[in-house]
């Protein structure tokens, strides 16, 4: 078995002193797990504050990213964990990830959380995916 814990180059940057993938390679195949995510513009802060749709948009996106660096892509995704700061803008949420996850869906975790670690940010996306080793 080998662990590698990478901030891949042209994946967004972590949003604070963390790591954003693990891989845990063994036999044939990997493991990816994904850090929880949320949208950050270029200076740091909450990209579209407040705006479920526009941030669950740039989540997928960013996640593909870093799976892309790994050799897998959202298709890979075996599990999905969603923190949302209003389980009321769970639909507008589920709009935009039905457009980047199909079948077979992944198991999945909603929860509704008072805060995330970004002042408007309103979701936040953590992912573990399984591929063949490269």
């Avoid at 044939?28 to 479920?52: R, W």
């Amino acid at each position: 078995m080998k662990v590698t814990i990478d901030n891949p180059a042209g994946a967004p940057a972590p949003a604070g002193p963390y790591s954003q993938v693990a891989r845990i390679d063994f036999g044939t195949g990997a493991m990816l797990f994904v850090s929880g995510q949320v949208a950050i513009d270029e200076d740091g802060n909450a990209a579209f504050p407040g705006d479920m749709a526009a941030q669950s948009e740039a989540l997928f996106v960013a996640l593909g990213q870093l799976l892309e660096a790994h050799g897998a892509t959202l298709a890979d995704v075996v599990n999905i964990r969603t923190f949302l700061t209003d389980m009321n803008q769970r639909a507008e949420y589920a709009r935009i990830r039905g457009k980047y996850l199909t079948e077979p869906l992944p198991t999945s975790t909603t929860v509704e959380v008072s805060r995330l670690f970004k002042d408007g940010a309103v979701i936040e996306i953590e992912v573990v995916a399984a591929v063949s080793s490269s």
